[in-house]
């Protein structure tokens, strides 16, 4: 054992090894052939004719395994291609011995140089040798580094080909260490199988399973489950103190083949998406399709996002406006990579007035997708004349100016935090909000409203933040216990966008389905489980109380407000009573000139008389409320 030990070493057998035995092997199998063919008693008067079969035989191997450099290959990783490869050598030389009898015959008139017996025979002896001792080899190697008492038990969930490709992977990058138990899948016709002699058993087996053997990981194998399948067998394997590992999309496998380092942690995003939002990409291609678009805070989440799926649908030209330098220098190498042409980077502010009409003056845009804003709640309560400047002065400027130079329509992403609002943020996107709809149909350009809850993975978002809290140790900081949000992935907040966008006829404010909102203490809890952390013994949660201008729980409509259907299920149109536009055009006058005074409780007063639902909470000014 130890001596079979030092073999399997990190040291590879020379070349030269593997020549010679290759060929021993050859000349062993063609003196078998010889001996079977006569029952083991050879006549002397065939003695010549071995000898002669010995030669032409000899050679034509040694000169086809040169060609073909068979014997150059690491017999520990003998793979499939290496045994095709191997055996259409061997083949080959068979029927070059066939032809070799055919010319010897009928072109000389001389017995054929090797029986066609001892050519089928010594065929089939030595492509079973030669690749049976590789395969024997490669088998050795594999247990002797690690034996089976020390390996970790592996779970696959999926036994289709995705999964074969994965436990070949795990035998082959990490053999030494895993070890496949068991397949596990929900195609009732594939229970009771064998893959590679590892059973397949039903789905509703695993909790079973987990619960008798300690299991170290399940890896997800299948490429199209479900994100609902995904959480219900991660809360499983999470009882059990079993990490769950996905399988990457296959145009995310090297050179088409994957490596075991690039399955992966489950993140907790994938446990909080939907199924995928189908979209209708004729509609939306015809809309935007051979257009100039504009695209504010283009190097934000929503924006960068809006970038990416506008360019799918060829814009005559796409102009990405923001104020970011860093952020932006990002987005163009992004461009670049993906080989986008007519576009422009923009940097620039989209409260000054001077740049933005340039901008206008110049591509004259016939989409404008406005993503900039200033988002973070309680840095606006903190600054609300900031608040009012970019998020009510920025959008009636360029609202402005789309009416001013005949852009077709102005879509407005707006947020859940502007129903029934609590805080300086929420307030002055609904004043935005009242603004462009007051303004529809007062020119030729249509203005729509969208509004969405928070998405997943955004700049300083809720889940980005426990990540790093979690990875330096904790604590993992809780606002309160009770509090819940509601998420969307940014790529499906876009297509939505993008799709009310198309369907809008000026004047509606959209609402998205969100699905059901998240308790973040829950989602606290999960993304420390999935860590492989202990909470309580590696790691705690605190609870810093409810910031300011923080909601317990967020609202996609305001108590008087209702909704419309629309074609697309989860896409609404919320009945919202549209403001006075020469009445909403003096509010914002005046909140202008309380902004350059910079006159905070002033600015937030006006804003509550602006919109009167604005009832603050935890916040210096809740003071205003009170009667």
Known sequence: MHVLKNVFADRFIPRWTILLFDICIVLFSVYISFQVRFNFKVPAYEIHFMEISFLVILATRLLLFILFGTFKNIIRYTSTTDAIRISANIILGSILFVAANVVSYYGFGQPNLVPYSIIIIELMMTAGLILGYRVMLKVAFLEMRAPSKEKTWVVIFGAGESGIITKRAIDRDAGSKYKVLAFFDDDQKKIGKKIEGIQIHSADKLEELLSLNQVAHVVLSIQNLSPQRKTEITDLCLKYKTKVLVVPPVRRWINGELSFKQIRKINIEELLERDVIQISNEKVGQEIAGQVVLITGAAGSIGSELVRQICEFHPAKLICVDQAETPMFHLQNELEQRRVKDYKIIIADICDELKMKQIFSE??????????????????????????????????????????????????????????????????????????????????????????????????????????????????????????RFFMTIPEAVSLVLEAGTMGQGGEIFIF??????????????????????????????????????????????????????????????????????????????????????????????MKTVVPEFQSRNSIFEQLDKK
Do not use: C, W
């Open 513 to 606: 389905d969100m699905g059901k909102s998240v308790k973040i203490l829950d989602l606290a809890q999960k993304m420390i489980l999935l860590s492989g952390l202990t909470l309580g013994k590696d790691i705690q949660i605190e609870f810093t109380g409810l910031r300011p201008g923080e909601k317990l729980y967020e609202e996609l409509l305001a108590d008087k407000e209702n909704t419309l259907p629309t074609y697309h299920e989860r896409i609404l149109i919320a009945r919202v009573e549209s403001r006075d536009a020469a009445a909403i055009d003096s509010d914002i006058k005046l909140l202008s000139g309380l902004v350059n005074e910079d006159n905070y409780t002033e600015i937030v007063r006006k």
């Open 363 to 484: 591509f004259r845009p016939a989409l404008v997708f406005h993503a900039a804003a200033y988002k973070h709640v309680p840095m606006m309560e903190l600054n609300p004349s900031e608040a009012v400047r970019n998020n009510v002065l920025g959008t009636r400027l360029l609202a402005d100016m789309a009416m001013e130079f005949h852009a077709k329509k102005f879509v407005f992403i707006s947020t859940d935090k502007a129903v029934n609002p609590t805080n300086v943020m929420g307030a002055s996107k609904r004043i935005a909000e009242m603004y462009v709809q007051s303004h529809d149909k007062k020119a030729e350009t249509r203005f729509i409203t969208t509004r969405f809850g928070n998405v997943l993975g955004s700049n300083g978002s809720v889940i980005p933040l426990f990540r790093k809290q979690i990875e330096s140790g904790g604590p993992v900081t809780v606002t309160d216990a009770n509090v819940t």
